[in-house]
Structure formats: C-alpha cells, structure tokens
C-alpha cells in the first residue's frame, strides 16, 4: 500500500496513542478478571473477549504501520510526525540516514527502500546491525556503524562530545567518504554528530579528526557487521 505526499498527515503518532490507550485497557481488563475470578467466582468469557478483541485491533495497528510505503522520504517522515526541512539527510543502497535536532537533542533514525517505495523507520524488516566504539586514545568521540539487511554499505557515524563540539570539524576516512554535520547545543546534550554512507565494507578501516586518527578496533568491527 503505497501513498503519495500530498496528503500525507502526522498519522503515525495517532496510531501510537490508540495503542498505547488498548495497552492500558487491555491491562485493566485482565486485572478485572483476576478480582472477578478470584473474589465473585464468576464467569470471566466476556472479560476473556474483550482482551481478545483488545489485542487483535492492537496487532491489526501495527501490522498496518509496517505493510504501508510511500513514495518519497518526506511523506515517510510526515506520516511519523517528523519535518525533513531542517534535518540532514545521507543516501544508501535503498535506504537513507536522518539527523535532525528535537528539544535540543541530536535524534537520527534510518529509512528503508523496498521497490522503489520508503517504509517508516521502525520497519521490522530492515534486519539491522549496529555497532559502537569508544576510543582509546581520545574521550572525546564515539563511533557507530550500522548495517541493514546484512548487504550493500553502512553508516559510519562520529559523535563529538568533547568541550570544542561546537567548531565543526574535518572528518574523513580511509574511503574518501562525505560526511555531513549537525549540532545539538542544548545544555545537558552538548553534542555534534558527523555521518555518511561506506558503499562497501572495506577490510582495513581508518577515521580522521583535523588529520588526527581515532582508534578503534576495526577487525571486531568488521567481523561483527559482515
């Protein structure tokens, strides 16, 4: 079921709350069930449905949320509530990573392509790996790599929360990879996040901060992605 973008509303957070309000229900009505069983010693079949009914309307919401596509990035992230304007965005191999800032904080999430059409971020079929490294040799940076679907590229991520986050770097690597920036300065999330796409997962691996590298167990890291 694929939709267009010249429609598309914040659904996706609508669909959240409806199932958070069956999570409460459905909780509630079990614990009814155990007082009327335990106390009034009566029949509890109508209890028993409801909660059938409960669940089945819970999984018939969330099953919907994966099966719909659309057709490009930016009514993806409007179905979720999200605006692409103001986020930075890398392309992969069917798919794309998302940046942006929200009450002040760096939030990513990644979209997947599957025929041409973007599913949400929370695709439960995007068969993601990710792996994270501090570095021995510097406090001030973590790196991330993910993977989906164990084919094509990654997503090589560099956070700097170190005290000169704010001056914007040069980060590069050993593939000759783009990397595009953004900035949290929020006080208690002081934080700036470099990320780009690796088409292909190289056997040796090397990133540079201002031509310093940073370093980090490259073999485990491959040994766990590939």
């Keep these: ?26 909780i509630a009505i079990f614990i009814v069930r155990i007082y009327v069983k335990k106390k009034k010693r009566i029949s509890v079949k109508k209890y028993n449905r409801v909660i059938i009914i409960c669940v089945i309307c819970w999984l018939v919401l969330g099953i919907s949320m994966q099966i719909v596509s659309f057709s490009t990035l930016e009514a993806a992230m409007a179905f979720q509530g999200e605006d692409i304007s103001g986020a930075k965005v890398v392309y992969g191999e069917d798919s794309a990573l998302v940046a942006r800032v929200k009450d002040g904080t760096i939030v990513f999430d990644a979209f997947l392509q599957e025929h041409g059409k973007w599913k949400m971020s929370n ?11 501090d570095c021995p040799n510097t406090e001030d940076y973590t790196i991330f790599f993910e993977r989906y679907r164990m084919s ?15 001056e914007e770097k040069r980060v590069s690597d050993s593939e000759g990879t783009h990397f595009e920036t953004i900035c949290a300065n929020l006080s208690e999330n002081r934080d700036r996040m470099y990320f780009g796409y690796i088409e292909d997962v190289p056997e040796s691996y090397e990133i540079m901060v201002n031509k310093e590298q940073l370093l980090f167990d490259w073999g485990w890291a491959f040994e766990f992605l590939t």
Excluded at 123 to 133: D, H, K, N, V
């Design 1 to 26: 079921m694929a939709l267009g973008g010249e429609w598309i509303m914040s659904i996706k957070p609508i669909v959240d709350s409806i199932q958070f309000v069956l999570e409460i229900v459905i």
């Design 123 to 133: 695709y439960i079929f995007a068969g993601q790996r990710e792996y994270s490294t």
């Design 152 to 166: 094509g590229g990654i997503y090589v991520t560099v956070m700097d929360h170190g005290t000169t986050y704010q």
